[in-house]
C-alpha cells in the first residue's frame, strides 16, 4: 500500500519483523507500546541498540500526535538526571538540588489529559511541588495533582547521576514501567543524554525525545568548533581533540604566531559545563622572551609547558592545575584566541531538533557571565537585544540545519560571542550545548504560563493576547543570610511583598531550585515583565526584598 502524505501507525515495533501499518480510523497515528514483560537487553549490546532504534522510530508518530493537539492523552516521563563529570558537578553548590530545575515541567499538567511521572534522587518538598501546581492556569489543583506521580530513589549521594540509580534499583524501573502500560503517546524527556539514558529508554520501552548518543560528539568542545568549520559560521582562531600539556603548548605558540596582538588563550576541558571547565592562559610572560619572527619555537614551547602551572586561572574555585590537567588529558580540549571587548556580549540560541527533521529557532537570551574573565554562567535576560537577533538566527539555522541533516533529535543551544570591531559587529560561535541548560527552564515556564509563542521574525515572545513578555532568570542567587529559609518562608515572603508570578497580569517571580535554600543559601528565579526594564526592576526587587526578609521575622507580624 502507497503511505506516501499519510500518518501511521506503528505497531509492535519491539519486533524485527515489525512494520508500520495504515493509520487508524480516527486519523491519529496511534503508538502501540511493547509487551513489557520482554528481557531488557544487556546495556551496549547490539540487541539494546537494536531496540533502541526501533523505539526511536516511534518518534515521528508521537510527534505527529502531540503537534496535532494540545489536548491529546500523553504521558511524559521526566528524569532530570544530570548525567555529567561528577568531578565536574561537584564545582556547583548544591548541586543536589539542580534536578529541581525541570520541575517546570509540571506545568505540562496544565493539560487535562496530559500524565506526568517525576522521577528524583530524593523526595521533594511537597510544599515545592504545590507551589508549581499553583500556577496552573484554568485547571483545578487536585486534578493536576492526579495527574501527577511522583518516583525517588531515596539517594542524595552525588557521585552517581539519578539515571545509574534507577537502574540500579529493578523493583523502581518496573514500577515505572507499570505506569505506562497502555499509554497511547508516551515519552520519556532527561536533562542531557548519555549511554545510559539510552539503556533506560529501552529498560522502560519508552522512546526518548532526546539525541542518540552516537550524536553526542557535536556537543562536545572540540566537536562544536568542527561543526562551525562544516557550515562556515564564523569561529574563535584554535585548535581542537588535543591531548595534552605539550599538545596546548604547541597549540597557544602556534595561535601567538598567527596573532601577534593576542593578549591571552582560553583552555576549555571538552566536557565542561556553564564556563566552569574554562581556564585562561595570559601571553604576556611568552612575549617577554619570544618573538614569533625572531625566536625559536621549541623555546617558546617549553618555556609555556614551564609557566603553564604557573600562571593559568581556573574558572572554577579551588580547582588546582593538575585536577585540571588530568581532566583534560581524560577528555581531551580546545584551545581558542580569547576575544578581547569591552562592549563585546554573550547571547545565545535556544533550537529544537524535530524528529520530523527540522530546524526551529524557540528562543535568543543574552547571557549573564560572571568570574574574573566572564566565563562563567550566572544567569540570562530574554530576549537577545535587538541588535543581536537578526545575526543570531541566521548563524544559528546554518548550524542547525546541518546538525538536523545528521540526524540529530534535540533541544539545544548555541553560544555566540558579539565583538564590536570599528563599526562592525562580528558573531563568533563558541559552544553547542546538548541538554536543557539554564536558558531551558525559563524560556519554557513562560511559554506555559502564558501559552504564548516566541516569533521567529521579530525575535520576541507574545502571550496569545498578543502582549510581549520579557525575563531576567538566574540560577545563582546566593547569600549566607538565605539559610535557613524554608519553602513555606520563601512562599510566605513573596506572597506578602507581592513579588509572585501573577497568573491575571503574567507577571512575577517564578522560583526554582527552592529545596537548596536552607542548606545552601542558593535558588533560582525568573522575574517576568512586560518590558526589559520591568523584568529587571522585578529581579533588583527580589534581591532587595530577600535580602531584607531573611534577616528578621517582621513579614510574619
Known sequence: ???????????????????????????????????????????????????????????????????????????????????????????????????????FLLILLGMPRTRVIFVSSQPIHEGIVDSYLQLLPGVPYPHARRRLHMFSTHDSSPDKPLTRKILDRPALVH?????????????????????????????????????????????????????????????????????????????????LARNPELRRVVLKLNEGFSGEGNAIYPLDALKEVWSPLHHNRRQAVRRVRETLPLLTRMQAEGLS??????????????????????????????????????????????????????????????PAEERFRQPLHQAAMEIGRYLAGEGLIERLSIDFLAVPEGQELKMYAVEINLRKGGTTHPFRTLQFLTDGRYDPETGLFRTRAGVPKY?????????????????????????????????????????????????????????????????????DRTLEILGTMCQNTGWMS
Open 1 to 103: 500500500m502507497n503511505n506516501q502524505g499519510r500518518s501511521l501507525r506503528v505497531s509492535r515495533l519491539d519486533s524485527p519483523e515489525s512494520s508500520p501499518s495504515d493509520v487508524d480510523q480516527t486519523g491519529e497515528c496511534a503508538v502501540f507500546w511493547p509487551i513489557l514483560d520482554e528481557p531488557v537487553p544487556l546495556p551496549g549490546s547490539l540487541q539494546e541498540d537494536q531496540r533502541f532504534s526501533l523505539l526511536q522510530a516511534r518518534l515521528k508518530p508521537l510527534w505527529q500526535n502531540l503537534s496535532a493537539d494540545d489536548h491529546v492523552e500523553q504521558v511524559v516521563v521526566v528524569v532530570p538526571s544530570l548525567s555529567l563529570d561528577p568531578e565536574e558537578l561537584r564545582k556547583l553548590k548544591g548541586i543536589e538540588h539542580y534536578e529541581e530545575r525541570l520541575l
Open 175 to 255: 514500577r515505572l514501567r507499570e505506569c505506562v502500560r497502555g499509554a497511547r503517546n508516551a515519552h520519556l524527556t532527561v536533562f542531557n543524554v548519555t549511554p545510559l539514558e539510552k539503556t533506560l529508554s529501552v529498560a522502560l520501552g519508552l522512546p526518548l525525545l532526546g539525541a542518540d548518543p552516537a550524536h553526542l560528539h557535536f556537543g562536545s568542545k572540540s566537536g562544536a568548533r568542527k561543526v562551525f568549520r562544516q557550515t562556515q559560521v564564523l569561529f574563535p582562531d584554535g585548535f581542537e581533540d588535543l591531548r595534552d600539556e605539550g599538545d596546548i603548548a604547541r597549540a597557544i605558540v602556534e595561535l
Open 321 to 382: 592545575w593538575e585536577r585540571f590537567l588530568t581532566k583534560f588529558k581524560q577528555t581531551r580540549g580546545v584551545v581558542e584566541a580569547f576575544l578581547e571587548g569591552d562592549q563585546k556580549a554573550s547571547p545565545s540560541v535556544q533550537m529544537r531538533l524535530t524528529p520530523m527533521g527540522e530546524a526551529q529557532i524557540i528562543s535568543t537570551h543574552d547571557q549573564i557571565l560572571g568570574g574574573e574573565d566572564r566565563q562563567v554562567f550566572l544567569g540570562c535576560r530574554f
Open 471 to 539: 525575563y531576567v532568570a538566574s540560577d545563582n542567587l546566593v547569600s549566607e543570610c538565605y539559610r535557613g529559609m524554608t519553602p513555606e518562608d520563601l512562599i510566605d515572603v513573596t506572597t506578602y511583598t507581592g513579588l509572585h508570578y501573577n497568573s491575571c497580569s503574567n507577571t512575577g517571580a517564578v522560583f526554582h531550585m527552592i529545596g537548596a535554600l536552607s542548606q545552601y543559601g542558593k535558588l533560582g528565579v525568573t522575574c517576568i515583565g512586560n518590558s526589559p526594564a520591568e523584568a529587571q526592576d522585578l529581579y
